[in-house]
DNA sequence: TTGCTATATGAAAATTATTTTCGTATTATG
DNA sequence: CATAATACGAAAATAATTTTCATATAGCAA
């Protein structure tokens, strides 16, 4: 299948020809234009030949002229105006805020998308029978673990979390194999984090990561790797963004566990309800 | 204009002949067999003419067929079941994340509608002017305030936060006139940080306050007050969502905070990020 | 250089998709 | 029952897209 919109247009960027970059150009520009315009149009202002628009459409994996206008619609509905501007061009508050506040959304859309079923459910099932569950993070992601910690601990679930990376350590390496470690990492490459994990392997506990990269080194040796999908090319950005993707992912984890737990003859609807209303700040 | 995709079609629904009923049903059902097909395949599996659905697409406000596509196409990329309330509600955590991530994107979006460009830019003109900048929070609010604290310390803002309410109280008593207090609470009415208000302006400092609610004591009371903003019908249900956006809003500050700073805390963010660069493998 | 080959491109033909026209059938209305 | 209005399908007309084919251009070997 052809990837989506106007990334796939991307990737096939460099083996265009001469006219065909020229197309791919116009494209990433005006999306709009060739949702709406028929491919006589787009050639004409394009100054090339009808053909050469419709061969552009195959090259780059689409059945045709029309297939590429269906994968581009869905795109324009939401014109991110703000997304391609750097942060630095303007500087804004309103104008950072909306590059931000758009950042988030756009990842938390990109996560919702990347996350695995099956592996949420093994989560959940791991939340539920750990006989204790440590949440770890370092830097910036100690505060994620905090406040997995917070919830889970109201719900029942033996969790603990700790604020200092020597007593993370120390903790870890008293685990044993009932019990689960759940690690918070960006980058799934952090030293201190690379560490605890070999630690926490060691004493056979579970493991569980959300990171931010499939392939990083937390992310392949853990028993369960869910993580975090940003677009953002700037790492600062990223780690934004993707902190509240994780948190997400926490809230959705949390919730499931207390309506696991309140398996009575609710109906489900109430069961939502009722798992949420037991979040008040 | 057509309205948006099947919504439109449901409301013209009651208008249309037996033949165009059935080709309403028909898209309502499987909108991505109208989007990947011709007008051809689509009137032979209906069995009827083609030129009965070249007709229905103008009846119902497009320009024709392909107009009705391209106006589907967005709607069948993610078919958002959640929003059919009596859709199997089912207790699976893909189910719930799904349903807590759409909550959060919401949020996000109602935020950045109703930020104040005049109140960011005090806030940000605030924090770089401060002789020290306090941030509080009780309960799961906490959590925000030292997120805060920890962003902002890095960026070189003279920049404080306590983990216990007493801790806070003690502090906020001996603010001075040049100091900002800044305070998360969603319900901007609970009596810890109703108290704590009190207490800074007895000092003089500068108050800030990010709250759900614009009419709350502690919303009109504050020098600049920010919101977040829920669709969530469910008053208990909103904490989760708005703390994604106190510290959406939070990250936007941090940002723009930055960017003023320019060469001279450029230089100190620099340096920490540096140093937690170094702590990767 | 010359001649060869591969690739790129546009014009026009061929194909395919869509819309319009037109005639008949059906239903409603007085 | 007659008449008008509407619905509908078949086929013609039109529009859009793709393919074919001829030519141009660039790279390259002798």
């Known amino acids: ?7 796939g247009i991307r990737s096939h960027y460099p083996r265009l020809s001469e006219k065909e970059k020229k197309i791919a150009d116009f494209i990433l520009e005006h999306p709009e234009k060739i949702v709406h ?13 009808d053909a050469t628009v419709s061969r552009f459409c195959k090259r780059i994996g689409y059945k045709g002229f029309q297939a590429l206008k ?3 619609a869905p795109e324009i509905i939401a014109p991110n105006k703000m997304l391609h501007e750097d942060v630095n061009d303007t500087d804004e508050a309103i104008m950072v805020a909306e590059k931000i506040f758009q950042s988030n959304i756009r990842t938390l859309e990109n996560t919702l998308q990347v996350l695995n079923k099956a592996e949420l459910e093994q989560a959940v099932t791991l939340l539920l029978e750990a006989r204790r569950v440590e949440f770890y993070g370092f830097g910036g992601s100690n505060m994620v673990a905090m406040d997995a910690y ?13 604020p200092d990376a020597h007593l993370q350590l120390m903790s870890a390496s008293q685990l044993t194999n009932q019990d689960v470690a759940f690690i918070f990492s960006h980058s799934g490459a952090s030293k201190d984090a690379y560490l605890l994990l070999q630690t926490v392997k060691k004493t056979g506990a579970k493991t569980i990561a959300i990171t931010g990269f499939p392939k990083s080194p937390i ?16 790492y600062r950005s990223e780690a934004l963004a993707s902190r509240i993707a994780q948190l997400s992912i926490i809230d959705a984890l949390y919730v499931t566990v207390i309506m696991r737990q309140k398996e009575k003859a609710q109906t489900s609807v109430e069961k939502v309800r009722n798992a949420i209303a037991a979040t008040k700040m």
């Open 150 to 162: 917070h919830k889970f601990v109201r719900s029942g679930v033996p969790a603990f979390a700790f």
């Open 37 to 49: 315009q028929t491919i006589s149009q787009v050639a004409d202002q394009l100054e090339v030949a």
């Open 70 to 72: 269906i994968a581009l």
């Open 219 to 234: 992310g392949q040796q853990v028993n369960i790797a869910l993580h975090t999908s940003s677009e953002e090319t700037d």
């Open 1 to 7: 299948m052809a990837q989506q919109g106007l990334m």
